[in-house]
């Protein structure tokens, strides 16, 4: 075996999610990860990892090990830290079942086997794993299930909540239940007609010895086959249980989770209610939620087949990370010790985009509902942020589902970015009621930009869209500028030409002095547009590179021209391996970006940077055939094993991190969308 972790939970990049677009476990976001596809780990397995119901910010468990115990050969073999190889997938583009294998070699020279397919149900708030094992020699084995519970309320929620958990035992049922007070999840298996355990155990976290050790320690580590049988527990916890299934050569069981905020009892039913329905039926019923979400979308690509399946397991992707708000988190990812399960208005922009483009219009509305719900108010308590900022108009940095800000800092994009979103949905729908639900969202955040001119002619200093530096950021400024275009064209259909004149009249001010401000020659790198102009910190400097974010000065904000010589010459530079992957054709943020696994300077890119990069280089001519070949060929390359796009890759294209990052699924959307289309979708009004 390999030597067993530390800790029981080990940081991954998340190759796949799931969820189910309809009925009761709607709200269900399961994560999973083949570690093989990954060369940072020891490991060649592959996992069903975080998962929450209600919240998608808020975990109820994690890390759910199978394990099997081979008594002959006195050894424990677990799917992350024992397989030989392994495969995960979705069932199909629009179909995200999950499906896991894990191989495993004994040390007898047998080898064996363990499948899992993973679907939430659409009948009730649960959802049902289905597990078979194989084996090519008949030793005596018990299987085992292990995970830890995550269902602790966080400390924005309660510093002071108690996870506790036991078991219940009914008569034809064994049960493992959790709950932090507010949500309750439950643990059933069946085998051959029994739903009972064959030893249980609730542990604490992180605790190899003792009466207290965790069931991870208990099982995996004592490596003896047996669990110390403990009926509850609470604190930070783990859990498990046990399967014997004697010398059979294979094995099929069920393991049911059920969630519920009523309570326990609720939770337990719906895990026996999954139970009962059957893997296939669930199955079924979730293909079934999926197929007729997908008819009801919009038509798809047609043509190349591989294209038409990246683009619709993006829209899947976009869906899955659909939280119960009716906004979508930017990512099913946790690297180190921060996560990216909130919502951040910027990201919800780009997805409003790429969903409209793709014709799912609900969604779309219903994201810009939540930008028009969670907007900072007058009637809000507290307007003013840490700079002291009255923020009255603006969106926070992200928030948690609940609508609770998170980060606060002002970034422009993120005000600027609201209104596009909504001019775009009015425009694209041709409905005249958007434009009335939202336009109060729209005037109060062109108000707040209005008020943001620094007194000479241009917007004063934010936050850039990375998160680093606080000067007039290139992307910022000019979403700016497009956010008060979009609200001139909707002041002046509802009347108001004063309103319609004042932001065309400051956008056009601003858009002239944006070279002054934003664009640099002769740094170390050449002429280019720049991150940021008079950072307060920042290195790189801040002031001296090119940056991605800026060609996002012509796509989508259409202040800049594709064509544009600085932009064009920011562009050119893109190609230079200090900025680009050196095996693939993938650009990163900047040069010198050390936001990254190691926290140092890798070679690599952002494919949605890569995306913004290859508009710029189609529209202007420096490269026709940017787009297609982006669509086509280079973003194949950047996906995992369930055909998601990251956030990151390495220099040789191999996934980074974060590999559902919406953003980046929605860029692809847009990609294919705009090559169809002959022209980029979604451009801002012009000057």
């Known amino acids: 075996m390999t030597e067993p972790p530390t800790d029981f939970a080990v940081p991954s990049d998340k190759d796949a999610i799931t969820s189910t677009p309809a009925g009761q476990s709607q709200h269900v976001l399961v994560t999973a990860n083949r570690y093989a596809d990954n060369p940072r780990y020891p490991y060649q397995g592959a996992l069903i990892e975080e998962t929450s119901a209600f919240r998608s910010d808020v975990e109820l468990f994690y890390d759910l090990h199978s394990m099997v115990w081979d008594a002959e050969l006195a050894e424990t073999h677990d799917v992350r830290n024992d ?78 909540a108690v996870q506790a958990a036991h078991v219940v035992h009914a008569d034809d049922c064994d049960v493992l239940t959790a709950t932090d007070g507010n949500r309750h999840v439950a643990f059933a298996q069946a085998h051959d007609g029994s739903r009972r355990f064959d030893g249980h155990r609730i542990g604490h976290s992180g605790r190899r010895s003792g009466p207290e050790r965790s069931a991870w320690a208990d099982v995996y580590e004592e490596n003896d086959g047996w669990i110390e049988e403990t009926e509850s527990g609470s604190g930070d916890l783990d859990a498990g249980f046990g399967l014997f299934v004697g010398d059979e050569e294979s094995a099929e069981w069920l393991t049911a989770v059920g969630f519920a905020t009523e309570s326990e009892e609720k939770a337990i039913a719906h895990a026996r209610d999954a139970l009962d329905a059957g893997y296939e039926s669930e199955r079924e019923a979730f293909a079934r939620a999926w197929r007729e979400w997908h008819d009801g979308v919009g038509e798809r690509p047609t043509g190349d087949s591989v294209v038409g399946d990246l683009y619709e397991r993006s829209l899947t992707s976009l869906k899955c990370a659909e939280d119960h708000c009716q906004a979508m988190i930017a990512g099913a990812f946790k690297p180190a010790n921060m996560t990216y399960k909130f919502i951040w208005p910027r990201d919800q ?30 009637g809000d308590e507290e307007t003013s942020d ?23 800092a002002l970034q422009l994009d993120q005000v600027g970015g609201p209104i596009y979103a909504h001019w775009l949905l009015w425009r694209e729908t041709g409905d005249d009621d958007v434009l009335e639900e939202h336009y109060e969202m729209s005037e109060r955040a062109a108000t707040f930009l209005l008020e943001w001119d620094n007194g000479y002619g241009f917007p004063r200093k934010h936050q850039d869209p990375w998160e680093e530096v606080w000067g007039h950021s290139t992307e910022g400024s000019a979403s700016a500028i497009a956010g008060l275009r979009c609200m001139a064209e909707m002041a002046e259909r509802t009347g108001d030409e004063g309103f319609a004149t004042e932001c065309r009249e400051r956008a056009a001010t601003w858009a002239d002095n944006l070279d002054t401000y934003c664009f640099r020659e002769d740094t170390p790198y050449g002429d280019h547009y720049v991150t940021a102009a008079d950072p307060e910190y920042g290195e790189p400097a801040p002031d001296q590179r090119p940056d991605a ?28 391996p200090v900025w680009r992957a050196d095996g693939t054709p993938c650009v990163g943020r900047y040069p010198g970006d050390t936001y990254t696994p190691s926290g140092t300077a890798e070679d690599g ?73 002959g022209e980029p979708y979604g451009l801002a009004p012009g000057e």
């Open 605 to 677: 890119g952002w494919p949605l940077c890569e995306a913004y990069a290859d508009v710029v280089r189609w529209q202007s001519g420096v490269d026709p055939d940017a787009v297609a070949d982006y669509v086509t060929e280079h973003a194949v390359e950047w996906t995992t094993s369930a055909g998601l796009l990251p956030e990151r890759v390495d220099g040789d294209g191999t996934v980074s991190w974060n590999a559902n990052l919406q953003w980046s699924q929605a860029t692809y959307v847009l990609l294919v969308e705009s090559h169809l289309r």
């Open 386 to 408: 840490d700079r002291g900022i009255d923020r009255r108009g603006t969106w926070w940095q992200n928030y948690y589902t609940t609508g609770e800000p998170h980060w606060r």
């Open 549 to 576: 974010a800026a060609f996002m000065a012509y796509w989508p904000w259409n202040v800049l021209d594709a064509d544009d010589e600085g932009l064009v010459s920011t562009v050119e530079l893109a190609d230079d």
């Open 83 to 160: 397989a030989i190889e392994s495969d995960l997938e979705w069932a199909s583009a629009t179909v995200p079942e999950l499906r896991l294998r894990n191989e495993f070699e004994f040390g007898d020279g047998s080898t064996g086997s363990i499948e899992q397919g993973l679907v939430a149900s659409s009948n009730q708030c649960s959802l049902l794993v289905r597990n078979r094992a194989r084996f090519d020699a008949a030793h005596e084995r018990t299987l085992f299930t292990v995970f830890n519970l995550g269902i602790k309320g966080h400390s924005h929620e309660d510093p002071n």
């Open 349 to 378: 922009v780009v997805v409003i985009q790429a969903l409209a483009a793709a014709g799912a219009f609900d969604e779309a509305r219903q994201a810009l509902e939540w930008l028009d719900r969670v907007q900072i108010t007058a």
